[in-house]
């Protein structure tokens, strides 16, 4: 059974932000906001399944290097470790609901990218730099990896990491 929390907006972007709907360890919905922007970078998620359902706008996905977009009512199951990314390629906001399985991580993860935002810990873009990226992908490995060639990314997130947390970065939410 899924406990309903107060609803709380992070911010996981510049351009993403989500509002945690239910939590618990099975599952993780939230209402996830996308404003017009770039696409983020490819990944995966080594443990979770998740699964979006636009309610509104435009979201285009990328699935292991295909794209489609997706309107209201349009639904995606992503299995865990499938490469992907989601942005909206439209002017307007683009919302949907996103449930992740089981949840993990997924909430620290989110509340640790949304502290950097709280923090001003970004760069002038808005988005984490190097050293505090490094810190939070060693930690979260579980629940997000950066698609690419593993034994090369590994070490140097890794060092990135080291350098972070020497830097006062860290993986929690304050």
Not at 12 to 21: A, F, G
Not at 86 to 95: D, H
């Amino acid at each position: 059974m899924a406990t309903t929390i107060e609803v709380t907006s992070l911010k996981l972007t510049p351009i993403e932000s989500v509002e945690i709907r239910s939590a618990d360890p099975g599952e993780l919905e939230v209402l996830v906001t996308y404003l017009h922007g770039e696409p983020p970078p490819r990944h995966f998620h080594p443990e979770q399944d998740e699964r979006f359902e636009v309610v509104e706008g435009t979201v285009r996905v990328e699935l292991d290097g295909e794209p489609r977009d997706l309107q209201p009512g349009d639904s995606l199951e992503i299995p865990r470790g499938t490469v992907h990314r989601l942005w909206n390629p439209e002017e307007e906001p683009a919302r949907a609901i996103w449930q992740t399985f089981p949840a993990g991580r997924t909430e620290q993860w989110f509340r640790a990218l949304d502290a950097l935002h709280r923090e001003g810990r970004t760069g002038k873009d808005g988005h984490p730099g190097p050293l505090a990226f490094g810190v939070l992908l060693s930690e979260y490995r579980d629940v997000f990896r950066l698609a690419g060639p593993d034994p090369l990314l590994r070490p140097a997130l890794a060092l990135l990491g080291a350098l972070g947390r020497a830097r006062g970065y860290s993986a929690k939410a304050h």
